[in-house]
């Protein structure tokens, strides 16, 4: 039975990933809107944000190019405006960076996702100083090691604070002892018994729903991150009918709803149409998980309950 609640009290959240531009992003907030079906975060600018520069893994064209700081600003005001906790994607992907050739390769990309050398790692930490400039207040991360060092720099009074970091699902975190090791992480940096800044775990998408409850045992009460819908390519797992039986195991939860062919649908060339037609569907499947839970609460006399818009808890941009 469920141990631990979001701030407000709530079991469950929405999440939508694959934000590639603000019109996308104002499209779908204002269906969220329209159907009266709260949003709560937006995993943004996928293919990668942050300072223009050029680097040599991108044969010294601009890396991080792919948004202006006109563009940005836009998406920090469309999360303050409709109060929803936007997760930016500091540096540029590796899929995206000429040099990384494991991670372009079909097989590659399995472990191939990870930060080249310590100019990468140096250039990630500056564009969410960056993006954090911006107003931003939430990022993806997607390996623990980069967990674990920022946490040190935000111990050490080098990093900000009132932020918080999502630990993609390209993590490959799937059972408790992958858990636990993230949690040691976070232990480790406490300050007057908390946490230096909040965090989220997305762990791989085809766990049995006793498999995310072992991880939530292991976990305390920092919420998961649980994909609803998944690419195609990816396995097409849809877990929406399953619903009340994740949040009773993983409150508290953020569904990740993310459809669509493959990851090619954040590259700039993939029709923005058809992206935006995918992401307007994350509406209709956010209704079906609200009324999925809400059958499981009158079935078996239990109130697990959706936060309402722009929980206080939230790292919503604040404009500058």
Request: net charge neutral; glycine share 6%; aromatic share 12%.
């Amino acid at each position: 039975m469920v141990r631990y609640t979001f701030p407000d009290g709530a079991h469950y959240r929405v999440e939508t990933s694959g934000i590639e531009s603000a019109d996308i992003f104002l499209k779908t907030a204002k269906a969220f809107k329209q159907a009266k079906i709260p949003w709560h975060k937006a995993i943004c600018c996928v293919r990668g944000a942050g300072v223009p520069r050029k680097n040599s893994m991108m044969n010294n064209k601009i890396l991080c190019g792919f948004y202006k700081e006109r563009e940005l600003r836009e998406f920090a005001k469309i999360g303050a405006d409709y109060g929803i906790e936007v997760i930016m994607t500091p540096f540029t992907r590796p899929t995206y960076q000429n040099t990384a050739i494991q991670a372009k390769s079909p097989q590659g990309i399995i472990s191939g996702m990870s930060w080249r050398g310590q100019d990468a790692t140096k250039d990630y930490f500056d564009d969410i100083m960056y993006l954090y400039s911006l107003g931003f207040r939430g990022f993806l991360i997607w390996r623990k090691g980069m967990l674990n060092s920022l946490m040190k720099c935000a111990y050490m009074e080098c990093f900000p604070k009132d932020i918080v970091l999502k630990l993609s699902v390209f993590d490959g975190n799937a059972n408790p002892a992958d858990a636990d090791l993230v949690l040691s992480l976070i232990r480790n940096f406490y300050c007057d018994e908390l946490p230096v800044f909040g965090v989220t775990m997305n762990p791989i998408t085809d766990l049995t729903v006793e498999q995310i409850g072992e991880i939530r045992h292991c976990f305390d009460d920092f919420p998961l991150d649980i994909h609803s819908r998944i690419f195609d390519e990816w396995g097409g797992n849809n877990r929406i009918e399953e619903a009340y039986e994740i949040v009773k195991v993983a409150s508290p939860v953020y569904f990740k709803d993310e459809p669509g062919p493959a990851l090619k649908m954040y590259a700039p060339d993939f029709p923005q149409n058809e992206l935006l037609e995918h992401k307007l569907g994350t509406v209709e499947a956010a209704r079906q998980i609200i009324e999925n839970v809400n059958k499981g609460n009158e079935k078996y006399g239990t109130n697990f309950k959706i936060s309402d818009w722009a929980p206080a808890d939230l790292k919503i941009p604040i404009i500058k």
